[in-house]
Antibody
Framework: EVQLVQSGAEVKKPGESLKISCQAS????????IGWVRQLPGKGLEWMGI????????RYSPSFQGQVTMSVDKSISTAYLMWSSLKASDTAMYYC?????????????WGQGTMVTVSS | DIQMTQSPSSLSASVGDRVTITCRAS??????VAWYQQKPGKVPKLLIY???TLQSGVPSRFSGSGSGTDFTLTISSLQPEDVSTYYC?????????FGEGTKVEIK
């Protein structure tokens, strides 16, 4: 079964760093892009960026460029989303997702989401 | 960047009703539109891609149409389990924007 399993909920303080994970299974990890989607509390979906695990080629939405960093560890089929200095406005649900094929395709496989809460 | 404008933002309909949600792109995007369903507290689910191709396992009461800038998602006979927020997404460029969402409730 193709699935993406994300790390658990996080509660952090402003200014702290954070790395959340998304572990893939059931398919060739390096053959498909992995994307990240943010959902602020009670709001809609926002496409953040996408990374190709085979060579770490990455594309960011302008809204998130410089705010987060995507990475992968091919040896454990895991993608990461990292913040160096969290803000309260980063409080949201974050989903990893796999597009049907290429980087432009819609996401047909989704992780269960990681809730990130940033509060002093 | 392309922008996707959905309407209405919410609607209430009776079980069995035909429901239509529209999405307008700020520029022509051929047929590169996807539709997602997100049930309350759940993960989004892909319903339709390429404007009209039903994702595997999606009930046939869902259909999509459109090309260029104007697209529609239709539920032919609304069921209680269709209570959700529905999002369109352009999928021909980076970033591929989502619409703002349409919340569908049962009257």
């Amino acid at each position: 079964e193709v699935q993406l399993v994300q790390s658990g909920a996080e509660v952090k303080k402003p200014g702290e760093s954070l790395k959340i994970s998304c572990q893939a299974s059931g398919y060739s990890f390096t053959a498909y892009w992995i994307g990240w989607v943010r959902q602020l509390p009670g709001k809609g979906l926002e496409w953040m960026g996408i990374i190709y695990p085979d060579d770490s080629d990455s594309r960011y939405s302008p809204s998130f460029q410089g705010q987060v960093t995507m990475s992968v560890d091919k040896s454990i089929s895991t993608a990461y989303l990292m913040w160096s200095s969290l803000k309260a406005s980063d409080t949201a649900m974050y989903y990893c997702a796999r597009p049907r094929w290429n980087r432009y395709d819609p996401f047909d496989i989704w992780g269960q989401g990681t809730m990130v809460t940033v509060s002093s | 960047d392309i922008q996707m404008t959905q309407s209405p933002s919410s609607l209430s309909a009776s079980v069995g009703d035909r429901v239509t949600i529209t999405c307008r792109a700020s520029q022509g995007i051929s047929n590169f539109v996807a539709w997602y369903q997100q049930k309350p507290g759940k993960v989004p689910k892909l319903l339709i891609y390429g404007a009209s191709t039903l994702q595997s396992g999606v009930p046939s009461r869902f259909s999509g149409s459109g090309s260029g800038t104007d697209f529609t998602l239709t539920i032919s006979s609304l069921q209680p389990e269709d209570v959700s927020t529905y999002y369109c997404q352009a999928h021909n460029s980076i970033p591929p924007p989502f619409g703002e969402g349409t919340k569908v409730e049962i009257k």
